[in-house]
């Protein structure tokens, strides 16, 4: 089955489909126009989005083909399909001269798209079959090749059309299709991107699937057992060994979901639930962190880990986030790098389009030919500064001088197994102090409290000695006759008289018919059983004053070694304990890491200048080795990630499967499963961190075109298998990485698949409760508190809360090239920025003023016009876009401009949770709706009726102007 899985997701990458272009900007032109290669010149510009560019070219698509939208007087008529707008069918790629001539495409064919092709579960839409425009192309390929002109590409481009459809390219209709008589140009701006997919996928195809133990893991189609969750135990505890930050310790669940990373087999799939400000930079970090330590700490080789996604942002939002690191200490230099040339934890393997920016961002980047960074890394001139820098960096750090790297490599090794060792110890210390005694009080403390105790149990033993002494003069002090007779009936009764009303109160255990002896004998237990308590307090206070002991002698040895500043650490629980050692003892042990292996990769062997640029599998080998030993994160989307591990040797090219020890998926949600699964065969284990909460992936396909995927591969039998598909995550048309991790993943919380990152630290709790309430079911545990209690609330003066909104009344938006905006709305949001932004700087001083305020809006057209309403100043300190644009980022306010009139309903915003609850989980201090309330539902189950209820009406503000 994994092998019709893999032929699957091969074949849904591989289906050429119709591009959606109602939202773009688009010419039209006539079929005489395309035949004779001749348009009008001013398509030109407005392609360009009328910027002026020294370029005299521009690629395009011509939209040769598309079903016709009927309408019925006013109103659209779909057919039983519902078929969207401009629903392209056939696709030409060219290339426009700024004088409106076209020209033939370099290395871009024209096509048809899949899903009206046959096999396909809906035949009513399909022109031809797959099989008719495989053949033409296969039969006619070296047309392309050979051709010269535009009247031969013309001459091809009609041959496929008619050949495949048995239709005239001039007729207008298609399988009883009535086709639109326009021919839509739009500019290019696809890019082959999933070649490198396709070339894995294909020698998966050919490989023994088998042998990729996390391949099979994701491809099943059977959902993992559960096992029960870890505890946050000694045992668990002391496999945390390194921290990359020493700033804050791990929150309760990071360390669990650090926990099961460390409990991980080969082939095994952790999935990690991480809602928005829950700290997923700060996981990945720790994950990264502790597995190069592990491997240093054991000598063996630097561990090669990638972290991966589709798109350019989150993987360099990774990048940035590895280069910031906060110094701790100011009396040594262990946190800075001891050799030349690097600056950073990760380094970027960007696509060949996106250099020059990781250039301009000051990224470490290279290639799998090793250009640019790991060039000038491995550089004669760069390892010699380097050995240097580390002979002078170990003589300061140690105290004494080095004569070589070995030495270094030596001394800094045993430095970290000893760090290692004593952070070992103290938890052993911690963890038999908890278990015996108490972890209700520290062990200073304990032994004050166990003191008091002796000193009591010693008072009351003086106390019963001195009571019996009363006794025994009591008996001696009575008349003789009473003594000698006290059996008799009258001596006896004058006897116990005389007994008691010498037994006080508190002596329930004495009455006046006993005699001397017994009296005596029971307090003669008593003092036995105080002595006894006092034998094991003894012990009891040995014991911990020698843990105490022990304890104080480690953080002693932690100060000595400057990673604590003091010996006065009191803690009193094995949390809190392992909570300070994130921070000092698995932080120090990082870094001892770090320069353990920058002093291997000094002494490690280098490329030859024969071996240089190629990639046979000793050498891809020998690169990754070097690199991951300075740069423990190689970070690159999926779509570089296949030609990272693909080698050549023995004539023939293959990849190093089950190479990367760790792969790491960040914003897994986003990313469809046929997109990555592949990269799953290069790798041993895989943590993919995302929320299905977030936004969507854009996926490839439609479902009836899936389905018929789904059933000519054998991955289903039948068309009611598709629906178990889809539970499983392993559809290619509504799905994500993050759900098939989910299955694949043997661990559950709070009722989900997947372990969860509930602490959110990023926005007002009054903000995050709204998430809170829409989708994460009041599992997230806001940290940073209420904007109405913080004392440092930045904007309270202004009087702007938490969750606000402004009434733009408007019956209607209006639509541009099928994208909705509202002029009056736009205007309303520049008016109050341009008179409130100078205010909102002046209250975050010190901050960046690019981080103040974003404007977030679900359509594109409205992103246009509120950029033309904003001042010239704000267009280059207000970032305005789409929900898309600000996935991963953050503002202190965000405003979402919603467009629709209450005339119009708010489908596009209630259509999709994740849209607003990823809007609203942008704003650290304030988001703030801008429209017609009106249009939000009022039925309590949609987003838009919550955040109706949820926000404060903004004319209880005096900051703002209303008219």
Not at 24 to 35: G, K, L, R, T
Not at 171 to 180: I, K, Q, S
Not at 251 to 266: I, K, W
Not at 539 to 546: A, F, G, Q, R, T
């Amino acid at each position: 089955m994994t092998f019709n899985m893999t032929k699957y997701f091969r074949d849904s990458i591989a289906s050429k489909l119709r591009i959606d272009f109602k939202n773009n900007e688009f010419a039209v032109a006539s079929i005489n126009e395309i035949q004779y290669g001749k348009t009008d010149k001013k398509h030109f510009d407005r392609l360009q989005n009328k910027k002026k560019f020294s370029q005299q070219t521009l690629p395009v698509i011509l939209i040769v083909k598309s079903i016709k939208t009927i309408f019925d007087g006013q109103e659209k008529k779909y057919d039983k399909h519902e078929l969207d707008d401009l629903n392209g069918i056939y696709y030409v790629p060219a290339t426009l001269t700024s004088e409106g001539v076209l020209e033939p495409s370099d290395n871009k064919y024209p096509w048809i798209a899949r899903e009206h092709l046959t096999p396909i579960i809906d035949q009513d839409i399909a022109v031809g079959s797959l099989n008719d425009f495989d053949e033409f192309f296969s039969d006619n390929f070296y047309r392309l090749k050979k051709m010269s002109s535009w009247e031969e590409y013309y001459t091809f481009v009609c041959d496929m059309y008619e050949q495949v459809t048995k239709t005239k390219i001039t007729a207008n209709l298609v399988n009883g299709m009535e086709l639109d008589e326009k021919i839509y140009i739009i500019r290019d701006e696809t890019i082959n991107s999933t070649a490198a997919l396709l070339k894995l996928y294909d020698h998966l195809l050919t490989s023994d699937l088998s042998q990729h133990t996390l391949y099979q893991n994701f491809m099943k189609q059977e959902v993992t057992p559960l096992t029960p969750l870890l505890a946050d135990n000694s045992s668990n505890m002391k496999k945390h060994l390194g921290q990359m930050g020493g700033e804050y310790p791990l929150s309760p669940s990071q360390r669990e979901c650090l926990h099961h990373f460390n409990a991980m087999d080969e082939g095994e799939i952790l999935a990690v639930n991480g809602p928005p400000g829950t700290g997923k930079t700060t996981l990945l970090q720790s994950l990264v962190a502790n597995l190069f330590v592990e491997r240093a700490i054991k000598k063996e080789t630097a561990p090669v880990i990638v972290a991966s996604s589709t798109n350019n942002q989150a993987v360099t939002n990774i990048i940035e986030s590895f280069g910031k690191m906060e110094k701790q200490w100011t009396e040594s230099d262990l946190e800075t790098r001891w050799i030349t040339g690097v600056d950073s934890f990760a380094v970027y393997f960007p696509s060949i389009s996106k250099e020059e920016e990781a250039k301009r961002k000051g990224f470490q980047f290279t290639n799998p030919r090793g250009k640019h960074f790991f060039d000038k890394l491995e550089s004669e001139d760069n390892i010699k500064e380097s050995t240097v820098k580390m002979l002078n960096a170990c003589k300061d750090y140690f105290g004494q001088a080095f004569t070589d790297i070995l030495e270094c490599e030596s001394a800094i090794w045993e430095r970290l197994t000893e760090v290692n060792g004593i952070r070992e110890s103290l938890l052993s210390v911690m963890e038999e102090f908890n278990q015996q005694f108490t972890s209700e009080y520290d062990m200073e403390t304990y032994i004050e409290i166990l003191g008091r105790q002796r000193v009591q149990l010693e008072e009351q033993y003086n106390a019963i000695s001195a009571r019996i002494d009363e006794w025994i003069a009591h008996f001696n002090k009575l008349p003789k006759m009473i003594r000698w007779f006290g059996f008799l009936p009258n001596f006896k009764k004058r006897k116990e008289d005389r007994i008691r009303y010498f037994i006080q109160p508190e002596e329930t255990y004495i009455n006046e018919s006993m005699n001397e002896d017994e009296i005596i004998s029971i307090y003669s237990k008593k003092t036995q059983d105080i002595r006894n308590e006092m034998e094991n307090l003894k012990s009891l206070e040995s014991k911990v004053i020698d843990l105490t002991t022990k304890y104080k002698d480690y953080i002693r040895k932690l100060v000595d070694l400057k990673i604590v500043s003091s010996n006065d650490v009191n803690m009193n629980s094995l949390c809190g304990l392992n909570e300070f050692l994130d921070t000092t003892a698995k932080y120090a042990s990082f870094w001892l890491a770090v320069h353990y292996y920058e002093c291997r990769w000094l002494q490690a062997r280098r490329l030859t200048d024969n071996q240089k640029g190629k990639n046979f599998p000793n050498v891809l080998q020998r690169m990754y080795e070097n690199l991951s030993m300075v740069s423990p994160c190689f970070v690159m989307t999926f779509y570089q990630l296949p030609k990272m591990l693909l080698a050549y040797d023995n004539g023939k090219e293959h990849y190093l499967y089950d190479y990367i020890d760790l792969l790491i998926v960040d914003e897994a949600g986003q990313v469809s499963p046929e997109i990555a699964a592949c990269s799953f065969s290069l790798a041993k284990r895989a943590v993919v961190v995302g929320d299905v909460h977030q936004i969507e992936p854009v996926w490839n396909i439609n479902k009836s075109l899936d389905i018929s995927l789904a059933l000519s591969s054998g991955v289903i039998n039948s068309i009611e298998e598709f629906d178990k598909l889809s539970d499983l995550g392993l559809n290619t048309s509504g799905s994500s990485i993050m759900k098939v991790a989910c299955k694949s993943c043997r661990y559950e919380k709070y009722s989900d698949r997947g372990l969860f990152l509930s602490e959110h630290r990023r926005c007002y709790d009054e903000i995050i409760e709204y998430c809170n309430r829409l989708v994460y079911k009041g599992n997230l545990k806001p940290k940073r508190g209420k904007a109405a209690l913080d004392d440092d609330n930045k904007i309270a003066s202004l009087s702007i809360k938490p969750l606000g909104h402004v009434q733009v009344t408007t019956a209607h938006s209006q639509k541009r090239a099928g994208s909705r905006y509202n002029e009056k709305e736009a205007s309303k949001i520049a008016e109050w920025l341009n008179e409130n932004f100078s205010a909102i700087k002046e209250s975050y001083q010190g901050e960046e003023e690019k981080m103040l305020v974003g404007i977030i809006t679900p359509f594109k057209a409205q992103v246009s016009v509120i950029k033309n309403k904003l001042s010239k100043e704000l267009r280059t300190l207000v970032d305005v876009g789409t929900v898309h644009t600000f996935q991963g980022g953050e503002r202190k306010i965000i405003i979402m401009s919603t467009v629709y009139g209450h005339n119009d309903g708010c489908f596009f915003i209630d259509a999709n949770k994740s849209l607003l609850n990823v809007a609203v989980s942008r704003a650290k201090d304030s988001f703030l709706a801008f429209g017609d309330m009106g249009c939000l539902s009022n039925s309590e189950s949609k987003p838009s009726s919550l955040l109706k209820r949820m926000t404060v009406k903004m004319h209880d503000f005096p900051m703002l102007n209303y008219n």
